[in-house]
């Protein structure tokens, strides 16, 4: 069973209350490109992540707003960052790592929000269905190449509004040497 | 079978003449402290790597001088610098990449020389005929834990002057969780 991947960088939800302090009142977000989940894209604001430790620039914001401030980093910009954010699936924030996020308006500390994204596969219903895998929380994947193997772990986020694809970070991207587009295969 | 595993960082091996060369003339490497392989230590030099697009800066230099030079990197190192390194053993660099390698007193260009290390476990020829390892070039080995999996791909490389130990890059350790000393099991 065959599975497109796509590779997540670092990346910045926002709930609206914070967006207007990073990029000023009504501020909007300008979409960049669609992304392939329906309705979710890439936008053109930035902003700097920053600890006592060090900073990263360029984090891209993805649109639209959510209820929640989320920041989705590798465990490599963790590191850098000197932080130890949890392996968490989306909007399951509690008690994850604090992070200083600032914007060309403004600058907002979050006190959680900050997580290292699970691997996990977007699915329909229906194709939950077609595939046989009722009453899975998560599957392993195989990865082909050169420095491939199986990932374990790989949460199942089924909607109705999803497009089928297994998003990977770029640890997992770069340690397995997937690009945007390869395949990978559900076990 | 379990095995301890490195995580090696980017490093550079040197040839006694492009010591000269980064360092100065007669330059000896001084240790900083021994590795887990006999005779192999990390030294207090430090280069910098640097191509057209970026570069990377304190870049250990591994003792002692070897007869040739040899840059390894990660996948997330190679996209920052915008090259392409092959996946290969250590010391089998033909066409492998070009990166120049810049010192306190000089710089140089290597030709070849620059690439991404193979996952690999040191083993002595006893531990090779006490796991029935015989024939195997390569093995696959599990990891553990949230972000743990099967890699596979791993050589086998035997010498009578090994500590048994599986090297992983940062990639590798960063996308499974992975930190010095931490275990995996060979398939």
Do not use: W
């Amino acid at each position: 069973m065959k599975v497109s991947i796509g590779v997540s960088n670092r990346h910045v939800h926002l709930k609206k209350e914070h967006l207007y302090i990073l990029f000023g009142n009504d501020y909007e977000l300008e979409k960049k490109s669609d992304l392939n989940q329906p309705g979710q894209f890439s936008s053109t604001a930035l902003v700097t992540l920053k600890t006592n430790k060090s900073e990263i620039n360029n984090v891209r914001v993805l649109g639209p707003v959510r209820s929640y401030t989320q920041v989705e980093i590798s465990k490599t910009d963790a590191y850098k960052l000197g932080i130890n954010p949890p392996i968490r699936n989306s909007g399951d924030l509690k008690n994850s790592s604090s992070i200083l996020i600032v914007g060309p308006k403004g600058s907002v500390q979050i006190e959680e929000g900050c997580i290292i994204a699970t691997r996990h596969i977007h699915i329909l219903p229906s194709q939950i269905r077609m595939y046989g895998l009722e009453g899975k929380e998560k599957v392993n994947v195989k990865i082909s190449g050169e420095k491939g193997g199986i990932i374990t772990n790989v949460y199942l986020k089924v909607s109705e509004d999803s497009y089928f694809e297994l998003h990977l970070d770029t640890d997992d991207a770069n340690a397995h040497l997937v690009k945007n587009g390869d395949i990978g295969e559900i076990l």
